[in-house]
């Protein structure tokens, strides 16, 4: 069981070049989620998608951007990668409800460590 | 949107010791979930324990438990019998349950408690 599978895992980037993460997950979770993680700042949302189709701004958007593919894909592109945006990226699922087996709880994948130079 | 304080940024405990992890809250909602996930230096969050607030027991799994207190918005764990594998950081979480709600189903998480134990 796959679960939440991101890629890449490490990327170095210039400034001012674009690049997308992508993120797949495989199970049937209607809500997708990005964050980035620095130090001493916990896990801060960039985007979410409750549902195929829609996407709502987090706490920390500008300079993403995010697609909801389909329900399994949820992809996250930085347009003109700037130093600031050097951090840790997740992604992560979970169910609107409880699902069969009374699971609430969102999955994560591997982490994305991107450096902009 | 919904707020998670978590207060304490470093906690320390020794092995077989308890240890509690403090998290409040700030919602207008009724029906949510809470949980605590668990990152060693690998990366990878690991789900520790979840609560739904509609719930009045509080949830335990283990060595891991919760105190769970609605009106005062408060959700700490409590970690029995520490072990050197307990060590990482701790992050308390909230998402709402109602569908639609104003914040969607955004799973907004604390800023995090590293635990360290000590032989």
């Known amino acids: 069981n796959a679960g939440v599978t991101q890629t890449p895992k490490f990327q170095v980037l210039k400034t001012g070049q674009s690049m997308t993460l992508q993120c797949a997950q495989d199970?049937?979770?209607?809500?997708m989620y990005w964050y980035r993680q620095d130090p001493g700042m916990g896990l801060r949302l960039i985007y979410y998608?409750?549902?195929?189709?829609?996407?709502d701004k987090g706490e920390v958007p500008n300079g993403y951007n995010v697609s909801r593919l389909n329900k399994r894909e949820f992809s996250l592109r930085l347009e003109s990668a700037a130093p600031s945006q050097t951090s840790v990226y997740f992604c992560?699922?979970?169910?609107?409800?409880?699902?069969?087996?009374?699971?609430?709880?969102?999955?994560f994948g591997q982490g994305t460590r991107l450096t902009v130079v | 949107a919904q707020t998670v304080t978590q207060s304490q940024p470093e906690m320390s405990v020794q092995e077989a010791e308890t240890v509690t992890l403090s998290c409040t809250y700030d919602t207008s909602e009724s029906d949510y979930y809470l949980f605590w996930y668990k990152q060693p230096p690998s990366r990878q969050m690991i789900l520790v324990i979840r609560?739904?607030?509609?719930?009045?027991q509080n949830a335990t799994e283990n060595r891991f438990s919760v105190n769970f207190q609605k009106a005062a918005k408060s959700f700490s764990l409590k970690i029995s019998d520490s072990q050197l594998g307990d060590a990482a950081m701790y992050f308390c979480a909230y998402r709402s349950a109602v569908a639609p709600s104003n914040s969607g189903y955004a799973l907004n998480f604390g800023k995090g408690t590293s635990l360290l134990v000590t032989p």
């Open positions: 609560q739904e607030a509609y719930k009045q």
């Open positions: 998608s409750a549902s195929e189709g829609t996407t």
């Open positions: 199970m049937n979770h209607n809500s």
């Open positions: 992560a699922s979970s169910p609107w409800t409880e699902d069969r087996d009374g699971n609430t709880e969102a999955f």
